[in-house]
């Protein structure tokens, strides 16, 4: 099933730098037929939610630039998709290797208990001691349930579900888990 966007005209026209809180959220694996579509990598949970975002954030040689996502559709676990500005093969070629990030503030706000990942990233972990075990360096989806990646004085591992996970804190930057020093 393809699913395709438009995005407003002149909606790119408003961008004069990047904001500072993108998020990456795939990768340009290549050029996608020879109209000058793009394939990518999503870093999502599902492919499906790139097509929301009208424009794209793309990591340039400068810096990032803003690219209006003329049409998009899913493939399988990539996206396809084709770009303002790029009319041939050979112009997608060039957007080979890149990251696509859009601004975390395009996010739709997330549910009652739920997070994105990029919000998880760098807060403290604090077990029901008081202890600090250190800061969320990355979250791995392990199939059964995510796990938080904690770096402290040595790497833990918690997993990231109701029972150890007593509070998320966003405001005050802190995870409150129920989680011993010692494991």
């Known amino acids: 099933m393809a699913i395709f966007t438009k995005p407003a005209e002149n909606l790119v026209a408003d961008f004069t730098k990047p904001p500072e809180n993108l998020v990456v959220m795939g990768r340009i694996s290549g050029a996608f037929g020879i109209k000058g579509w793009v394939k990518l990598q999503p870093f999502t949970e599902t492919p499906e939610s790139l097509l929301a975002y009208p424009v794209w954030w793309i990591e340039g040689e400068t810096g990032w630039e803003p690219r209006k996502v003329e049409e998009a559709e899913v493939h399988g676990p990539a996206v396809a998709a084709r770009i303002a500005g790029c009319e041939d093969r050979d112009q997608a070629a060039v957007y080979r290797g890149r990251q ?59 997993p990231f579900i109701e029972q150890i996970v007593r509070e998320v804190d966003l405001a005050r930057d802190v995870i409150r888990v129920d989680w011993g020093s010692d494991y």
């Open 100 to 158: 696509v990030a859009v601004s975390r503030d395009a996010f739709p706000e997330a549910g009652v208990n739920e997070y994105y990942w990029t919000d998880l990233i760098g807060r403290k972990v604090v077990n029901a001691a008081g202890e600090d075990l250190g800061t969320v360096s990355r979250v791995l989806e392990t199939g059964a349930n995510d796990v938080l990646v904690v770096d402290g004085t040595r790497e833990r591992l918690i």
